[in-house]
């Protein structure tokens, strides 16, 4: 059988680190910011909906670009089915899987904790019973299987919402002070995931800590393409800490 790091290894031809936080960057989720806010629109108007709510880290594992690989195998684990489904859900389980060996640690001490003990996953719109991601994170990735839990369920007001952030998209099983590892697969406004952070939150989670595998940007739009064509001249390394600086093992 394959391990994860020869499953995960053909990926490092594809995958884009986000841009560091900083002028022009988003400091919660790493894409285009304008020029003199620390946030973009999107994260500036979760903040106001959520408040303290939001999740106290953001990850990406990678930018994820309209029409590129990895964007693709994100839409084609949850929308294909048979043998494609299997070998893309495979193939980024060992993303995941080996993200999280890597770095896992490094999110939980810039949350100032030692660690997650509770692993769960932001719920399908669709609402289906068997989405893919929650396969990934408690079935078969080793490295969360054992602590997921199954907690969010999207409230029957949740597809009135659209779009927007609000914490009572979701309902979450009650948390006694848990320390949460939320993962995600695909972030676009960063609503959904940062609702289900308010969702756990006021169920009783001390923090949550966001895991998304790509942040998906449309280079068709506005100033996106320049920040992705600066975000590509760095070459992709699995040991590249987006929480640290510098590389580093497990
Ligand atoms: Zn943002
Ligand atoms: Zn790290």
């Keep these: ?10 990926y490092a031809n594809f995958l884009v680190h986000p841009l560091p936080a900083g002028p022009g960057v988003c400091q919660v989720c790493r894409g285009p ?16 909906a959520l408040g303290a709510r939001v999740a106290d880290a953001v990850v990406p594992v990678s930018l994820s670009l309209k029409g590129g690989q990895y964007a693709h195998e ?17 193939g980024l389980a060992a993303v995941l899987w080996r993200f999280l060996v890597l ?3 490094c999110l939980a001490r810039r949350c100032g904790l030692s660690g997650f003990d509770t692993v769960t996953t932001v719920p399908s719109t669709k609402g289906r019973a068997d989405h893919p991601l929650r396969e990934m994170a408690g079935g078969v990735v080793a490295v969360t299987r054992d602590r997921y839990r199954d907690l969010l369920t999207p409230t029957p007001e949740a597809s009135a919402l659209g779009r927007v952030p609000s914490p009572t998209r979701y309902a979450s099983s009650a948390l006694w ?19 289900a952070s308010a969702a756990l939150k006021a169920a009783g989670a001390k923090s949550v800590a966001i895991v998304v595998l790509g942040r998906y940007l449309n280079t068709g739009y506005g100033t996106t393409a320049a920040h992705v064509e600066q975000a590509r001249l760095r070459r992709f390394s699995w040991e590249s800490c987006a929480m640290r600086l510098g590389h580093h093992g497990p």
């Excluded at 059988?1 to 053909?10: C, D, I, Q, S």
């Excluded at 910011?33 to 106001?48: E, F, Q």
């Excluded at 084609?76 to 043998?83: E, L």
């Excluded at 320390?179 to 972030?187: A, P």
Aim: proline share 3%.
């Design 1 to 10: 059988m394959a391990t994860v790091v020869e499953l995960a290894a053909r």
């Design 33 to 48: 910011a304008k020029d003199g806010y620390p946030t973009c629109w999107n994260c500036h108007l979760a903040g106001a």
């Design 74 to 90: 994100l839409w084609r684990y949850k929308n294909t089915t048979g043998p494609q489904q299997r070998y893309f859900l495979t």
């Design 103 to 105: 770095h896992e640690g």
């Design 177 to 195: 002070g848990a320390n949460v590892l939320l993962i995600d697969d695909t972030w676009v406004t960063g609503n959904h995931a940062q609702s």
